[in-house]
């Protein structure tokens, strides 16, 4: 074979592979797509129970703290309600969260106690991005992040703020939310969230949220201790610790209601 047909061949080789190369690449929707369907993967439960501790702190340093315990029952694949009950202090006890997640991209339904006046108030679209009893997590923060609720990008592969290895990923609401989209921190190992950066409608950085002390429980369950939000705009943060989770316990569905709520559940 002469030199000039071996570069000749070399060239067309190179061309083809070229040509195959865009059709087949994965592009950065495909992969933020493809990382956020990797995310708690596990097996699904049944229940699980938890108590917890929400620790305010204002602008100057100061924290109250107040005590809750939720619960949570499957329904069907992607479909779970749960509740959080506040315990203590005595002017918040009983106020209780009621929300049904929906699979396949549906806006949750949400629903909040007043013991003080005895109602239940619904969680409107717009009310979503309220704040929950006067904390830095929005009601929607405290929804299932269903994967089908958001479109995706991937950004890039990064430190993850708690060592190790993370894809950085960029995720938009599809639906009604207080949020641009969210800058996603997710441990490539264990496909677990480490941190989420919240962008206003303005694209602006408004809040922060570090998640941390992560234990499998019963062997499968990947569960946070901590999660702090910070606001940027304010200067305040919430913490939420959890402890004392437990699963399978026979939660009933039927008392994770509106009806059950009016009733003190």
């Known amino acids: 074979m002469t030199k000039t047909m071996f570069t000749a ?47 305010l702190t204002t ?16 329904t069907s694949p992607g479909e779970t309600r749960s509740v959080l009950t506040f315990l203590w202090p005595g002017d918040i006890r009983n106020t209780t969260l009621l929300t049904h997640s929906h699979a396949g991209g549906r806006d949750d339904d949400q629903w909040l106690y007043l013991p003080a006046v005895s109602k239940v108030r619904r969680i409107s679209s717009s009310g979503r991005s309220g704040s929950f009893v006067g904390s830095e997590f929005a009601y929607e923060d405290m929804s299932d992040q269903d994967v089908d609720k ?19 990923v960029d995720r938009f609401p599809r639906g ?62 919430t913490t939420l610790t959890w402890d004392g989770f437990a699963f399978d316990k026979g939660v009933n569905p039927n008392d994770l209601t509106v009806s059950a709520l009016r009733k003190g559940l």
């Not at 990382?35 to 439960?45: L, N, R, T």
């Open 9 to 55: 061949i070399a060239a067309i080789v190179a061309a083809l592979f070229i040509g195959l190369g865009p059709a087949n690449a994965e592009t950065t929707q495909e992969k933020g797509l493809r990382i956020a369907q990797s995310v708690g993967q596990e097996p699904g439960f049944r229940d699980q129970a938890a108590e917890g501790e929400m620790i």
């Open 59 to 74: 602008k100057s340093g100061q924290t109250s703290i107040r005590r809750f315990e939720a619960r949570a029952v499957e």
């Open 150 to 168: 958001y479109t995706y990008n991937w950004v890039a592969d990064g430190s993850c703020p708690g060592g190790g290895r993370c894809h950085i």
């Open 176 to 237: 009604a939310s207080a949020y641009s989209y969210e800058r996603v921190w997710i441990e490539q190992s264990r496909k677990l969230i480490q941190k989420v950066e919240y962008y206003d409608r303005r694209k602006a950085h408004l809040k922060t949220m570090l998640i941390s002390g992560y234990r499998k429980h019963n062997g499968k369950y990947w569960r946070a201790a901590k999660m702090e939000m910070s606001n940027h705009l304010t200067g305040k943060g």
